[in-house]
């Protein structure tokens, strides 16, 4: 199965800043990830310089067309982490969403958003029938997109909050903040199978270290807590055909790519 990473983790930062959009190199990230045997790759919009974003201009979604058929790799899906800073339930951050999505129609290969529901946008203050509600304003005619949240919620409240939507809204399950939480993650595969229309795949461990704050810390594949065999014999078995997206530790961007794909093409 094709997989794809998230945008930042082909560019070298100095150290563990994975999330930072990478202004200066986004256009080499493109022949990276050619060289690596990468597929698509997941686009950031951040909070920090939102509206500077090449992805919400004109001029920039043409070079990403153009970066696309130069290299073949593929830009299918869109991170709104801006949402973790601002809640959907500001009107104008909902706006802002639904501007995007209209933006990236532009985008051949476009496919999906994922919404993460964190930070501002957590459960304690999204309430489920909020969101529920907005999640339903989302399904106006949005061409190809495909709206996926990331949440760590029950597997049964993000089945409730799923039920009224249409398929247009569905899930990005993360193999790797479920494990973290103690879940079973092949029992919550196949619990939202219908509804996952991506896998992000990253690990964690349980880090006692008292000076670092401890508790649950991301560390390479296969070297924490999610059970990537298991995965493997699913994703084989299931029929699954949605994206994986590797959104791994790094120290090193382009080494600790290289070892994180290494293992999991080794599975």
């Not at 686009?43 to 974003?53: F, T």
Request: charged letters at 25%; one cysteine or more; aromatic letters at 8%.
């Amino acid at each position: 199965m094709e997989l794809g990473v998230m945008q930042g983790r082909l560019t070298e930062k100095g150290g563990f800043y994975p999330q930072i959009f990478p202004w200066l190199e986004w256009e080499d990230e493109f022949y990276r990830a050619k060289d690596m045997g990468i597929a698509h790759i997941e686009w950031m919009l951040n909070a920090d310089r939102l509206p500077d974003n090449p992805i919400l201009s004109s001029k920039g979604r043409a070079r990403i067309s153009e970066l696309e058929m130069q290299t073949g790799v593929q830009v299918r899906s869109v991170c709104m982490n801006f949402v973790m800073q601002y809640s959907l339930r500001k009107r104008e951050t909902f706006e802002t969403v639904a501007s995007c999505m209209r933006q990236l129609n532009e985008l051949q290969h476009m496919r999906a958003v994922i919404i993460p529901l964190e930070g501002a946008s957590a459960s304690e203050y999204y309430p489920d029938e909020v969101l529920k509600k907005d999640l339903l304003k989302l399904e106006e005619p949005n061409g190809q997109i495909r709206c996926l949240i990331e949440s760590n919620r029950s597997v049964e409240k993000q089945m409730n909050i799923l039920g009224e939507c249409s398929e247009t809204v569905g899930i990005c399950y993360d193999v790797g903040n479920a494990a973290g939480l103690g879940r079973d993650i092949l029992v919550e595969l196949n619990m939202l199978m219908e509804h996952i229309g991506e896998i992000h795949l990253k690990d964690k461990k349980n880090d006692e270290n008292l000076s670092t704050g401890g508790g649950w810390k991301s560390t390479y594949l296969g070297e924490g807590t999610v059970d990537f065999q298991g995965l493997s014999r699913w994703l084989k078995q299931s029929g699954y055909h949605g994206t994986l997206v590797l959104e791994s530790y790094f120290d090193e961007a382009l080494a600790d790519l290289w070892r994180n794909l290494s293992y999991l093409r080794s599975l």
